[in-house]
């Protein structure tokens, strides 16, 4: 399932991660992970990260003998979590490490989602680093990333226009534009 998502290398690292995750699912999600995935490319490669996880969180003494890389991995499964605590707690932890280039769709794709909590996250932590890697990426990605701008101006419109009526200070759109690189180009 995950391993299409991470470069062929950290395989046997992405085994000793899948050993941990818990077999138990949330609502009895027979699979444990939904069947859509978002398909990104990163470096020339196509990677394809689940939409979405439903197996219940990871025991923190189980986590605590991982390595980085196995941490890293990690953290980036369970940013596509059903949960969106789950799913900010682990975005956190990522975004705490100088993380690998392969960890930036999983940190992208949060950026179109509903909880603007987790939009305060990424901004707050990308602000105040440099981005280039990650605006490559983007440029690599426009039609996905327009799809997604889109997307956040959408849940913006029905769930935070009355919180912030003034789409230029949203903190979606500024994380676009400002950590990401998102700009007129990307919708030609």
């Known amino acids: 399932m995950f391993y299409e998502a991470f470069p062929k290398e950290l395989n046997n690292d992405l085994q000793e991660v899948l050993k941990i995750i818990p077999k138990e699912t949330y609502n009895n999600v027979s699979?444990?992970?939904?069947?859509n995935v978002i398909d990104y490319c990163l470096n020339n490669v196509i990677v394809k990260i689940p939409y979405r996880m439903y197996f219940t969180d990871v025991e923190?003494?189980?986590i605590e003998h991982l390595t980085d890389i196995q941490?890293?991995?990690l953290y980036c499964i369970y940013t596509r979590s059903c949960n969106g605590y789950i799913r900010e707690k682990y975005l956190k932890e990522l975004l705490?490490?100088?993380?690998d280039c392969w960890a930036i769709p999983f940190i992208v794709k949060l950026s179109d989602e509903y909880i603007v909590e987790i939009l305060e996250v990424i901004y707050d932590e990308l602000k105040i680093r440099n981005?280039?890697?990650?605006?490559?990426f983007c440029l690599e990605n426009k039609d996905i990333i327009n799809k997604s701008y889109s997307r956040m101006i959408s849940y913006w419109n029905e769930f935070y226009r009355s919180k912030e009526p003034n789409f230029h200070k949203y903190i979606g759109r500024k994380l676009f534009r400002e950590c990401l690189g998102y700009n007129k180009a990307f919708e030609r």
């Open 131 to 136: 981005n280039d890697d990650i605006k490559q």
């Open 60 to 62: 923190f003494l189980k």
């Open 96 to 99: 705490k490490l100088d993380f």
């Open 71 to 73: 941490k890293e991995i």
């Open 31 to 35: 699979i444990g992970y939904s069947e």
